[in-house]
């Protein structure tokens, strides 16, 4: 696979969400009928809800997404008018593991679903590990194989905010990045049990990104109404690194110290994990391993971007797709704040090289 495409976006919130509409029209249309699909299907769900139903859901929560962000919401808004999608549509597709926290809390249910999406592994590298004194954020970002060709590079101008680059999927405002400011931000998917009627990680991870401090990044996740359970990681010129296990209506946070910050899928604090829903064996196992095997590649000093792409590289942290669930990695983010170098690729990074940008 080539490099990834990068979509240049700027101006108004209506205008970049217009623009990104009228790029990948049928790749939007096509992936958001595909999530909301799977949104109401008890694979992935835990039980079985249709079409009308996911979108009234859906619907009830554009309110809570108003209200945290009306400027992102005015950016969906010009989405939806370019692709003649919903706004309700749209946050399935944005927020779609969120989506599925909620519709599980909507049935009751208190056993694991067949599919989930949460192979992701996560790491921040203080500046003293680093081989040029300038610490790292990156991430693997697994998903569904079939979410592969929807990958995207978002770089954006917006007015009135910092400039960013975002890893992201056609439709979606962005899923992991960095901004001149030099704040970085990446997630990893947590199940949670507890939904509710909120906001979408995408629009968390957005409104991060339009930050110019840490402390004000960190508060745009701690104070957000979640929809649902993911984990959040920050990374800032300055050296400070910051986990936080997000569940709706609680945060457990961790500042980073002398050793690299990893986080996969599996909660670590009990005050989190008992907000989280059942997890298979095999989904537990593999984040256990992905969690093990990152601190161990992690453990050195002198560490360069090299050495963090051979991470995600690695064969226990790199998911190939097999049958039934077919969750495959399916691109890496490495960034630099304090440099404002970014790294991303496309497709396995065992597969496929990474390319340079320059926030």
């Known amino acids: 696979m ?10 108004a919130p209506r205008q970049v969400g217009f623009a990104h509409g009228c790029a990948y029209v049928d790749d939007i249309r096509r992936y958001t009928t595909e999530r909301v699909a799977l949104a109401g299907s008890e694979t992935w769900a835990g039980h079985a809800m249709d079409t009308d139903a996911v979108l009234a859901l859906s619907e009830a929560c554009i309110g809570a997404h108003e209200a945290y962000a009306p400027d992102l919401m005015d950016e969906l808004a010009g989405l939806a008018e370019a692709t003649g999608l919903s706004v309700a549509a749209l946050i399935v597709t ?9 519709v599980y809390a909507q049935g009751g249910s208190a056993t694991a679903t067949r599919a989930v999406e949460d192979d992701c592994t996560a790491f921040i590298v203080p500046d003293h590990l680093s081989a040029d004194g300038k610490g790292w954020f990156g991430q693997t970002w697994d998903m569904h194989a079939g979410s592969g060709p929807h990958v995207v590079l978002l770089r954006g101008r917006p007015d009135g905010a910092p400039a960013f680059m975002a890893f992201s999927l056609t439709g979606c405002v962005g899923m992991i990045g960095m901004n001149d400011a030099g704040i970085a931000v990446g997630i990893n998917n947590l199940l949670g049990a507890e939904g509710q009627i909120g906001v979408s990680w995408p629009f968390v991870v957005r409104k991060v990104l339009q930050q ?6 960190l508060a745009c996740i701690t104070r957000a109404p979640l929809m649902g359970a993911h984990n959040f990681q920050l990374f800032d010129r300055h050296g400070t690194g910051i986990n936080i296990e997000a569940m709706p209506g609680h945060c457990h946070v961790t500042r980073s110290n002398a050793e690299a910050l990893v986080h996969s899928n599996h909660c670590l604090s009990p005050d989190t994990l008992r907000r989280c829903r059942p997890r298979a064996p095999a989904s537990q196992a593999s984040s256990e391993a992905r969690l093990s095997r990152a601190q161990h590649l992690l453990g050195t000093t002198r560490v360069t971007p090299e050495d963090l792409m051979a991470l995600t590289r690695d064969p226990t942290i790199c998911v190939r797709a097999t049958p039934p669930l077919e969750m495959q990695t399916c691109g890496a983010a490495i960034m630099q704040p304090a440099s404002g170098r970014f790294w991303a690729v496309q497709g396995m990074p065992s597969a496929n090289g990474y390319a340079r940008f320059d926030i």
């Not at 080539?2 to 101006?11: K, Q, T």
């Open 94 to 102: 944005n927020g779609f593991t969120d989506f599925i926290d909620l």
């Open 212 to 217: 110019t401090d840490i402390d004000a990044a």
């Open 2 to 11: 080539s490099a990834p495409r990068v979509l240049e976006l700027a101006g």
